[in-house]
């Protein structure tokens, strides 16, 4: 995985925190150590919005990279396996709260203020198919049996089981997250509001 994008993952995956259970490794020690102490050095009356927190969160991690490298060795795993470095996010933030990092606790309020608004973003349904129009479009039918398209327009959590057939979900119940975006259609020759996915999960 690159540098920017591994960043990235391990930035936002502490917008979701849940208690820890085991306690950290030395690396996983050293570098929770060297983020708290960035982010307390952050004024935090600068910043007021997710994307800000989540900028300056990031900030502190790209300040110590260097470290990423090792901390997967730590725990076992590729850098390149992107859903077990985005636990290895959650669970450095697990670490930042359990040490009762006050600017961190802070910090992740910021970072997880818009949560409540993107859990409503959420469509439940059975997969029924994909349709390709230009961009490819999941299709589900929901519990009335009316059809629901969602745009997919990047990669996504969940992305690879829809990447060729036989399909997994096929069938399946799903939970469709997405955010809602105005695109230009050439088509009809104006602008109209789609649902992206920004992720998939069979239930």
């Excluded at 606790?105 to 409540?116: E, G, Q």
Aim: contains cysteine.
């Amino acid at each position: 995985m690159k540098r920017p994008i591994l960043i990235a993952v391990l930035a936002l995956a502490a917008v979701s925190v849940k208690a820890q259970t085991a306690g950290p490794g030395p690396v996983e020690k050293r570098l929770s150590d060297s983020l708290c102490a960035c982010v307390t050095k952050l004024d935090l009356s600068k910043i007021n919005t997710k994307d800000e927190a989540v900028q300056a969160y990031t900030n502190c991690v790209m300040q110590h990279a260097d470290l990423l490298p090792d901390l997967a060795a730590e725990k076992k795993v590729q850098m390149e396996d992107q859903d077990a470095m985005r636990t290895i996010g959650i669970e450095l933030a697990q670490t930042l709260m359990k040490q009762k990092c006050d600017a961190f606790v802070k910090l992740s309020l910021l970072m997880a203020k818009d949560k409540a608004a993107a859990l409503a973003n959420s469509t439940f349904g059975t997969f029924k198919r994909i349709d390709v129009k230009g961009f490819n479009y999941v299709v589900i039918t929901d519990a009335a049996g009316s059809e629901k398209s969602f745009l997919w327009l990047r990669e996504f959590p969940g992305s690879a089981n829809f990447m060729q057939p036989p399909y997994k979900a096929s069938g399946k119940k799903i939970k469709i997250t997405w955010q809602e975006m105005e695109v230009y259609l050439p088509q009809a020759k104006g602008y109209y509001k789609v649902k992206e996915i920004t992720g998939i999960s069979i239930l």
